[in-house]
């Protein structure tokens, strides 16, 4: 079975079950833009996971292609990779746990055809702390679908706990979360040189096991007390990557043989003249140029194009690892790329309709060999520089990793090649501290969003629609919407805008503002036909992939909407719960960007 089919299995199988397929979101986030990219089917729905009523409905289904840098360093095994594909489907309030697992069940034991006896089951052991118990319930479900007591196995926090905050001592009053249970497919009999031990266990790292699905169910709310509550509105999330589902379609670990990965990767064999199969390192560097230059299609796609900061920083360091590896395995010129260029495209136009297009793929091809002629500059440069260097210790190391784009695996062969070594831990020391430097900063720029659905932010959410509108009446319609984010203290709005307000233009703002709040207008929403809501004039500036129908908040002054955007929410009733509109900062965040923070008083 191919992949393809296996994507419209799934969809096909939960449409049955009268769930709407919806779009999925753009990979790299433009409205929400948290974490750069679209990291899981999750990420798009969470407003409605957190109780906002979606325009479809109660049940959902999707395909989302997704990308996560975390495991970027595993890459080159035959399991991690960048960009994947999660298959999801959702209940809003609607069905739980019993029928929930029972499709999933049902849709890979009998659509797909999986022997039962290969899954293992995960259950979450309950948290003494929290006062959450064991998850008896769906212990009880899974036996009774078939699953005998030896291969379900309880798992703590860690394992088998979702919330946003990632425990429930850590969750903050009003966040959401709740048990999960993960599926896992056994490769036994295909792992002949696999040594069993009492240590071995479906999340351990040996290879035995491969995590195919993960049903979520967000049955609890955080108190102001810290004690957690159970939900009146339970919600189900499920999760199963496109790509791990086909391996275990095929019994085999290796992800990089499904017919997502084995076309690029007969490619390179053919250009490289090596074998695939014949020595472990060999595989490593396939892998990873097969896995990061799939990624940077999918990138460079959206629009993005290589540079030193965010998506484009992203773009640059997949394109840059997978050219070193390619010069690995002796591919001395860049004409490897378009080749590659064209697989992808041809593997993913039926998601990506733009990737049929000539212009298209030339455009990316361009793009990443100009990267090619960039990095080999690079590379010069920094080899220069390490002339220079007499011994190459990690923050030397991590100096040509950062300045010169080398990668770690370079640094290392460099500094064998002069007999020196560096210390591997101290190098990944740094990095993290970059990385995390990086984040907050990516959050300054970007972050998006509600912190939670507490009072206080819902009702700075209405004030940045209040706020969105009154620059357009004040500066003009050239003003959108960039980003937001809310917290309980303030709001932060990101908004197009050439040059920096004056403080005569920061009060007409602010007054309007605050003069709307005291007109006690009303705050609704309606669901509509997206053609029809955009026509009507509700705002709507993101490139998102809008489904049918959508929400459109109004906020209505004098029987005219004074406000009306395309928007989750949530949001109050009437804008005189709102107190005082007060902006306290006005600044620039990029070129044309700027930036405005506010606060609520007296309210």
């Known amino acids: 079975m191919t992949s393809k089919e296996i994507r419209q299995k799934f969809l ?96 890979l034991t009998q659509e797909l055809g999986l022997s039962k006896d290969r899954l293992w089951i995960s259950v979450f052991e309950g948290d003494k702390e929290a006062k959450v118990s064991r998850d008896e319930e769906t212990f009880a479900i899974w036996k009774k679908l078939g699953i005998p007591e030896n291969r379900i196995v309880f798992y703590g926090v860690k394992k088998n706990w979702w919330s946003r905050s990632g425990s429930p001592e850590k969750m903050p009053a009003g966040e959401i979360g709740g048990p999960d249970s993960e599926i896992f497919y056994e490769f036994t009999d295909v792992l002949h040189d696999f040594k069993y031990g009492s240590k071995c266990h479906p999340n351990c790292d040996c290879g035995r096991f491969l995590e195919i699905g993960n049903s979520v169910f967000i049955q609890y709310k955080k108190m102001e007390e810290g004690s957690l509550k159970e939900l009146p509105q339970k919600n189900v999330d499920f999760g199963g990557g496109l790509e791990r589902i086909a391996a275990a379609m095929n019994n085999d670990p290796d992800m990089f043989k499904i017919d997502l990965f084995w076309p690029l ?52 360091r997949l394109l840059r690892r997978a050219m070193f590896f390619a010069k690995k395995l002796e591919l001395s010129d860049d004409s490897y790329l378009e080749v590659l260029v064209k697989e992808v495209s041809k593997i993913y136009q039926d998601i990506f309709p733009d990737l049929k297009t000539k212009e298209k793929k030339d455009a990316i091809s361009k793009v990443f060999k100009e990267e090619a002629s960039r990095f080999d500059k690079a590379l010069k440069t920094g080899l220069k520089e390490i002339e220079k260097i007499k011994t190459i210790d990690s923050q030397k190391a991590f100096y040509l990793y950062e300045s010169f784009g080398f990668p770690l695996e370079m ?29 907050q900063g990516a959050e300054g720029m970007f972050k998006g969003g509600l912190a939670d659905q507490s009072y206080e932010v819902v009702k700075l959410h209405t004030a940045t629609h209040l706020l969105h509108r009154s620059l357009r009446s004040i500066l003009g319609d050239h003003v959108r919407q960039e980003g937001s984010n809310i917290t309980a203290e303030r709001l932060r709005f990101d908004f197009s805008h050439p040059q920096k307000l004056t403080p005569k233009e920061l009060i007409k703002v602010e007054d309007l503002v605050n003069e709307k709040i005291k007109q006690d207008l009303k705050v609704s929403f309606e669901i509509m036909d997206r053609d029809l809501a955009i026509k009507s004039g509700a705002v709507a500036f993101f490139k998102e992939k809008y489904a049918d129908k959508i929400k459109v908040y109004t906020i209505t002054s004098s029987g005219l909407p004074f406000s009306q955007e395309i928007c989750g929410g949530p949001h109050v009733a009437k804008t005189s719960e709102l107190g005082i509109f007060k902006i306290v900062k006005e600044e620039s965040v990029a070129r044309g960007i700027r930036r405005i923070r506010a606060i609520l008083v007296n309210s």
């Open 12 to 107: 096909d199988f939960y449409a049955k079950k009268e769930h709407a397929v919806i779009p999925a979101a753009p990979l790299v986030c433009e409205s929400d833009p948290t974490t750069l990219f679209t990291s899981s089917g999750m990420q798009p729905l969470v407003p409605y996971l957190l109780g906002e009523q979606h325009p479809l409905g109660k049940r959902l289904v999707d395909s989302q292609p997704s990308l996560r840098l975390e495991d970027i360093d595993e890459v080159g095994d035959n399991r991690h990779t960048t960009f994947f594909e999660m298959l999801g489907n959702w209940s809003l309030g609607d069905y739980f746990k019993v029928e929930q697992l029972s499709w999933v069940y049902e849709f």
């Open 265 to 316: 990767i007969e490619i390179i064999q053919s250009l490289s003249k090596k074998d695939y199969q014949s020595d472990k390192n060999i595989a490593r560097a396939m892998r990873i140029m097969a896995d990061h230059l799939r990624a940077g299609v999918m990138i460079a796609g959206a629009g993005i194009i290589p540079s030193n900061k965010t998506q484009g920083y992203v773009l640059r």
């Open 411 to 439: 640094i290392i062969e460099i500094a064998k090649e002069r007999g020196q070594g560096f210390n591997i831990k101290d190098f990944q020391s740094q990095q993290e501290k970059h990385k995390e430097l990086s984040r």
